[in-house]
């Protein structure tokens, strides 16, 4: 039976066992780190999160996960409680508090805090933000490329659950996962409202065809960091790029598939609904979009 896996596959870690955690402006061990039952984000998902990877001492296009923290807290009208310095400042003493220099990840999450009793109301959050960082040694490992299945579930409109807001409630992509799986995948292919190609239930999606790197427009799917950079370093170095509509039909025929995100970069694709993407292996468009990524890291951390 072949192994699962997902795009944020990583070797164990034992250092893990000892984390120190943020918690509301304190530093505890992972064993004692908790918040409250009556918490908004445990109680009913209203929160905003972001992921961030340290490479070199320097965490990986910063003021960009800070741009989209603080405008996903507006969107949903969230006081953080801090600045944008306070913010970094909490990332950075949690790194310090684990002695954390290459190869980690971050999850900094943002919720409305304790409500006063266990209903919807956003005014029942009285006692201002929670704000948690879970920090970990992490380092991506992708034994082979990943198999994905198209689900039935896509991801939400603007006036519903905009897509773009990295927000706590994630059951839909949870959903789109455990279908993927039960068809023997690793993870799932989401379409769009329009039954156009979008995103999977953790990456953004990218194909290439005939040298040229498609992706989405962008309407319906998670404003990925990690896929911008890419459209942009496709559009540098004179590889072919669209952002468009495009079919099952297009991706099934692709030579190259591959995924983007902050843990994993780029992850290529081998299988989709059972059909063999390219020869199976990660194609050369991809493996010079991961030395140019890699560059590019290198250059922002420098």
């Known amino acids: 039976m072949t192994e ?12 893990n066992q000892d984390i120190q955690i943020y918690v509301d402006g304190r530093i505890v061990h992972r064993s004692k780190a908790m918040v409250s039952v009556f918490d908004s984000g445990f109680m009913l998902g209203d929160g905003v999160w972001e992921g961030l990877r340290l490479y070199d001492g320097s965490w990986v296009f910063l ?52 409500k006063t009793h266990p209903f919807q109301h956003p005014g029942l959050s009285k006692s201002g933000p929670t704000m948690v960082i ?3 040694h992490s380092k991506p490992k992708l034994p082979r490329p990943i198999r994905l299945a198209t689900v039935p579930h896509i991801r ?3 006036m519903t659950q905009d897509p773009k807001l990295n927000s706590h409630s994630k059951l839909n992509c949870i959903l789109a996962c455990i279908a993927a799986e039960k068809a ?5 292919l989401m379409l769009d409202v329009n039954g156009f ?4 239930n953790a990456c953004n999606f990218f194909i290439v065809r005939k040298g040229a790197v498609w992706t989405s427009t962008g309407d319906y799917c998670m404003n990925g960091i990690t896929r911008q950079k890419v459209i942009d370093l496709c559009h540098a170095n004179d590889i072919p790029m669209f952002e468009r509509n495009f079919s099952l039909v297009d991706t ?3 030579d190259e598939v591959f995924l983007t995100g902050t843990f994993g970069a780029q ?4 299988e989709i609904d059972g059909r063999q993407i390219g020869n199976g292996d990660m194609g050369p468009v991809t493996e010079r979009l991961r030395g140019l990524y890699k560059a590019l890291i290198k250059e922002s951390s420098a």
Do not use: C, W
């Open 156 to 158: 939400g409109l603007p």
């Open 184 to 188: 023997g995948a690793d993870e799932a």
């Open 197 to 200: 190609v979008n995103t999977t």
């Open 134 to 136: 879970i920090m970990e």
């Open 252 to 254: 099934y025929g692709a």
């Open 63 to 114: 003021d960009e996960h800070m741009d989209r923290l603080f405008e996903a807290a507006k969107a949903i009208d969230l006081d953080i409680g801090l600045d944008r310095d306070g913010v970094i400042s909490a990332l950075l003493e949690t790194q310090n508090a684990n002695d954390m220099q290459s190869d980690a990840h971050a999850r900094l999450m943002v919720t409305r805090g304790v």
């Open 4 to 15: 699962k896996m997902t795009t944020h596959q990583a070797d164990e870690d034992a250092r």
């Open 267 to 270: 992850t290529p694709v081998s």
